[in-house]
C-alpha cells in the first residue's frame, strides 16, 4: 500500500510525468505492434535511439546551468563531415581522427562556455552563432556537399555490437556506451560538481557568495555537452554512414527531449536521468508515429501538442504545494569550499 | 472568404516560422490559376504535364547524342538577332538559388568548368555570380541588382522557387536583356529559353515502372520522399502514385525522411520489422545507401531498389548486385545556361524551351558509367556530364 502511494507521490513529481508519457507511448506502440517488444526489435530501437539520448544527457548539464546548446546539432553534422574527410575511407586513420573529432568536440565546448562566462553573451546568442560558424564553415570547406567516406573501424560503434546473444540478438555498442555515458551523467549530477552546477542555474549569486565557482562549471558544462555531440556524431554516423544532412535541427530534438524531461529551462530543476528519459520518449513517440502511419505533415503539430501539454502538466504539479518533497534536487545547495 | 484567407495566411506564417530552412512557396502563394486548374485532390497532378512528359521519354532528341547538354526534345526554334551583340567579352551574371544540396554543387562546378572554356575562346568576359542560400526574398533582390548595375549582357536565372520568383524574372525581362531560366520553371514565358530535363514526372514514373515490371504482382513496396511542397519532387511522386494505382503492388507506405541518412535508416528498419519489404522507390537518391544498409542490418534479401545517379548508391548497387535502377535528372543541365547566353548573344537560334534528355542509368549502362567516374566522390551524380572539359577531373574530384 504504501508503495502504491510513493508511486503516486513519484507520478506527481514534474520530473516523473515523462516516465508516465514514455509509458503510455510504448502501450501504444505495443498496441499497434506487439513484435515491438522482442529482443531484436527492442535492440534496434534503443540503438538507434542512443545518441539523441547522449546529446540529452549532454544538453541537460548546460541547460542545468542555466544556459543553452543550440550548437550541437550543427557540430554533430560538423564531426560525421570532418571524420568522412579525414577518414577517406582508410582503416589505418581511424583512431587519431576519433581522437581529432573529441579534441574539436572540447574545443567548441570550450569557447562556447568561455564567451558566455567571460564576455558575458548569452548563451543562446554564443551557441546560435556556433551553430552558423559551423554550419557555414563546413559548407565552405566542403563545398556544400561532404566527400570521403567513413571506414568499417568507424563504423563499428554505431551500427554493430555483440552478436548472436540469446532473446535479444545483437547487443549494440551504441546500447553499452550510452548506458555507459548515462551512468557516468548521473554519478557527476551527484558529485560536489553537480551539485555547484545546480544551484548555478538555481541561483547564480547566491551560489557564487556561497564560494561556488560558477563560471567555471558553466563552462565545463558546454564542454560535456561539445563531448557529448562527438560521441553522437560517431554514433549517427556509424548508424547511417555521411549524408549532407546529418544532424540538421537536432538542437531542437534534443531541448525538445530535455524538457519534455522535466527539466526547467533556466536551470536549477530536473535530473539528468529524466532528461535521458525524455529522449527516449520523444524516440518512441518517432516510432509510434510510425507504426501508426501517420502522415508526416500532420507529425510535427501532435509532437508540439504533446510537448505543451506534457510541460504545462508538469508545472501543474509543481505549482500545487506538494505534500512530500517533491524535488528533492531542486533543493540541492552548493557547498561552501 | 476574406477572413478564410486571413486565416490561411496567418497559419502560413506561423508554418514558415516552425519550418526553418525548407524553402517552398509558402502556402498563401499557391492558388494562383495553374494549380487550382487540378483539382482533383491532389494539386501536384497535372494530366497534360504527365502525359507530356511520359511521351517525351520515347522521342529522339535532336542534336548529337555524345553532348547530350546540348540536344533538345522538339525544340521550336526561335530567332535572337535582337540580342546579338557584336566583340564577344560578353558579361554574364548568374543568380543561383543556391548550391546547398550535393545535386547543385555538382552542376555548380560543371557550370563553371563551362564558364572558363566560354572566357578563353573570348566569348565571355566577366561572369557575376550571387547565391540566395535558398532564400526568396534574398534572390529577387539579387536580381534587382543585376537589373539595377546595367551593364550584364545576360542574366541567367536557376529560380528558388515558382510563384515568388515570377516578378523577379519579369523584371528581369523588361530590362531589355535576353533572360535564361534553367532548372526550376517560373510562371511567365518572357525568358528567351527555359532550359530543363523532361521532369519530375517522367524521373518518378521511370522508377514506378521500374518496380511493376521487376516485381511480382501483390509485392510490397516502400516509398521515400525528401520532403513534402517542392514541385519537381512532389511531381516524381504523383507521377508514381499514378503507376502504383494501376499495378497491383501493394504501398506500404510514403515517408518524409528530408534526405538525412539516419532518419532514412530508422523508418526502413522500423518497416523491416512489421514485415516484408520487396520494393523500395525514392523520389531523390540522398541516402539512398542507408536504406540498403537497413536490409543488410535486418538480415533480410536486398529489395528492388531505385535511387538516382548519385555514385553512392551506384556503387553500393554493383557491389551488392541487386536488382536496381538509377533514374536521373540531368544535372548536366548545368551547362547548357551559359553555351545559350553565348548563342543568344552571338544571335543564333535556340529552343525557347530547351528540354533536354533525361535517360535513366540502366544495369546495363551501371558498369560504364562508374568506370567513367572512378575518380569521383561518392556524393557526386554520374551524369553531369563534365568529362570532355580541361578541369576534369581534379575539378569535381577536389571540391
Redesign the interface.
Known sequence: MTRFRDLIAKAANPTGTVFILLALILVGVFAM?P??FEGP?LM?FLK?AA?LVILAAGQYFVIVSGNFDLSVGALVGAQVVIAARLIDGEESRTLPVILAMIAFGVAVGLVNGLITTVLKVQSFITTLGMLLVLYGAIRLW????????LSEAFRQAG?FGIEDVPVLGQVPWALLIMIGLGAGAIALMRSRFGRVLMASGDNERAAALSGARVDAARTAAFVLSGLSATVAGIL?GG????????G??LEFTVITAVVLGGVVLGGGRGTVLAAMAGALTIEAL??LF??M?LP??LR?TVQGAILIAAVAYAARQRARPAPAPATPTATATATPS | MKTQRLAAASVAALGLLLATGCTTDTPADTPDEETTAAESGDEWFVQADYDEQLAQRDIEPEGDPNTPWLQAIEPEWIDTTEYAKEGGDATLCFSNASVSNPWRVTGWITMQQQVEVLQESGQIGEFRVSDAGDDDDQQISDIQAFIDAGDCDSIIISPSTTATLTPAVEAACASGVPVVVFDRGVNTDCAVTFIHPIGGYAFGADAAEFLVDNLEPGSTVLALRILPGVDVLENRWAAAEQIFGDSELEILGNEFTGGDAAEIKNIVSQYLERGEVDGIWMDAGDGAVAAIEAFEDAGQPYPVMTGEDELSFMRKWEETGMTALAPVYSNFQWRTPVIAATMILAGEQVPSEWVLPQDPITEAELGDYLERNADMPSLHYAKFGGEDLPGFPDAWRDR
Do not use: E, K
Open positions: 505492434n513484435g515491438f526489435s534496434a538507434q545518441p566542403t563545398g556544400g556537399a561532404p566527400t570521403g567516406s551500427r549517427i548508424y547511417a554512414g555521411v549524408s549532407a544532412q546529418v540538421d535541427g518517432f516510432t510510425n507504426q502511419a508526416a505533415t510535427p
